[in-house]
């Protein structure tokens, strides 16, 4: 059930799970496996929000292939049993698209979804927690964090960031000025960008303080992907795009001639307009920051259950999630930590769990991380 | 019949299974029956599964 506007879940839930993107989607599927009753997802916009704001041209970096009938899921899927590249007839799904694939889902797979419920806060309530939101307070035995980081743009700290424009608050690159833009940053963001700008008939011009362009670490989460390498090699012709390495970004600063981006060795570069930045973003745990311990990175620390480490009964599914180092930060990786968590909630409420079995066949139920010492599972 | 993995399409409001090669009756998961297909332009979306045809 999906519901938009008026209040259908009941004051209080036995899960609780924020955000309705493939992360809590996909986590609330694997509950309703478990015929756990009562379980809600919480969703402070429309499903598929933060995605649904990526900019126009942004597509997933992994492909969609229905290869689920050979036991090779969709790489897309959150689901074992569906596939967006067979749904939406696409390899590398947009934001729209994929935000379809998700309300499909979340209605095929008869999922409680309240739309327009932010969640503002969170409190331990005796064996309880407590949902803060604009409409109210309710309750949960067990919540499940969900919320992408993508809402949560970063600049890093750079000085005078405040004339830029984030890469997270564009959405068309048509609309940004100037016949020529400087983009900060060369990861994924940043060359995405600068492909959109390209395509907008815009020069590109991308500072980088190394030259990810030219990484090949074996684990995507740390390399650009062959969709972005693939996109690059065909859409720097014209109008081009400039990659610059060992441009070292360390302030913003703004004179009549116009605004000048400044590099640590000296260098510096005048643009006519706002540069965009690629800085990454920041933590989508920041409305319950202070139930989670982070690491030197800035990643939550949580337990082999993905429980938080300072909250017991609080989980974190989705891109954030990480162990030892690994990052789980592509769907594919992500929705391998879904049976985790839903085991762990299931044995607290005693409930049997025989029904995972079939996630374990799927390669959808990642729960022994010792194989990612040798990167087996990455 | 035993069962085989079948694909279950649905339409863009998910709403109304269509058919694409063996497709169930009701909800996803129950018993399947041959149908006569429906338009693949109105496809939105599928759900592999295990299930038991019942007739053809």
Redesign the interface.
Known sequence: MICNGEIHFPEHMRVAIVGAGPAGLGVARVLRDLAIPDVWVLERGQIGHNILNWPAGTRLLTPSF?G??FGLTDLNAIS????PG??LGCEHPDGAAYA??LE??A???DINVQCGMDVRALRPKGERFALVTERGTFTADFVIWACGHFGAPSDGGLPGAELARHYGRVRRWEDIPGDAVYVIGGYESGIDAAIGLAQAGKEAIVLDRGAPWLDRDKDPSRSLSPYTLQRLETGQKDPPITLLPDADVIALEQDADGIHILASDGRSWLSDGPPILATGFGSGTAPVSEWFDYDPDGLPILTPQDESAALPGLFLVGPEVSHDGYLFCFIYKFRQRFAVVARAIAARMGVDTSALEIYYENNMFLDDLSCCEDDKCL | MAPSRVLVAFDQRVNAQMTHGLCANGNPGSRLSLQTAGDPGDIGFGIWGDFEATGA
């Open positions: 229905p689920n009938v074992y049993d569906s596939s067979w749904s379809q694939y499909h889902a209605t095929a797979f």
